[in-house]
């Protein structure tokens, strides 16, 4: 594990989310360990497994383009608490900025984000993320 | 004080907001100094003193309870001076962002928020705050 | 060049936007080298130079006085990659929050940030800067 987790763990969620947001799922789902689950109270059930995110991940990806759409994930106000020798627990805020080509940019969602990170050489993969989306009641499954 | 303030200072930050988001009174009091004070362009005067500081965060926490509603502060842009030896001046950005539960989320304000920080171990507390809506014409009280 | 970049590139522009927001464009004008490039997919053709940037700034800078409005500039997600010995390049995300005075704030812009930042003391100057708004398509002149 890095000295300064502040800082990798940053880079991390900066990488991560330029990923998604470009629209590469395969390098967004190695972005998980192998087994990692990704939760929200907006899903039905968990996604567990690099395939299963970067299938999730695929078909929001295709929606955006067919509706010309840019979402811009935004990570902050981290609180970074360390576990044993490899793991810290993240808690943070979200902000998703949704832009229409053409059109006028809304904060789609904000959100908190419960995370389970473990080292991986001086990075870090998610090995559990929680979304609690603020617009909705109820806990993620 | 820590050798690193940007990292103790985003910290601290971190910590307290999640401490007011959360409508945790009484922790996000003991953030500030015992006789901190917070004055804000949107207030009529300023509030002095923990007790002070905790009644009327306890009022705004009610009153978003009873109205179904959301917030998150986030505190971004930060431009740290250090001061004598256990303070420094921090001038940042904050955005409150306001989801009510069933509804769309709103940018409710943004601010710049003008700390002096007094160190309190490797961590900080809050001496002196002054917040101006952008949205409001004047200065603080 | 500093040891820690992630630290003294935030440190960078928050202080550059601040002066942005603020309204000093000469300030502005001297965060670019003397050759410094702006460019924007909503510009039809790159600023290059301090006079010519800060000439820029300050036609915004009037505009935004006269009608009233505020704006913050938000740098995030940063992704720094070390060029050469005294370089750095930054993918980041920003977001521009404008507010009426007396009215609400809104997300005006979302965009990436594709930066070559080359250092100056311990501190940075933006060699070229290229912005793409979220909301235009097409690619920066």
Known sequence: MTDLPELSVRR??????HLLDDGDVTGWAQTFTETGSFASNAMPAAVAGRDAIAKAAGETTAALARDKLRRRHWIGMLAITAGDDDTVRV????????????GTPTVLASTTC???????GDDWLVADRVIAR???????P
Chains 1, 2, 3 share one sequence.
């Open 91 to 102: 808690r943070s805020y979200a902000l998703v900025i949704q832009t229409p080509i053409g």
């Open 134 to 140: 603020d617009d909705l009641d109820g806990v993620s």
């Open 12 to 17: 991390f969620y900066a990488r991560q989310m």
């Open 114 to 120: 419960d995370d389970l990170l473990v080292a991986h």
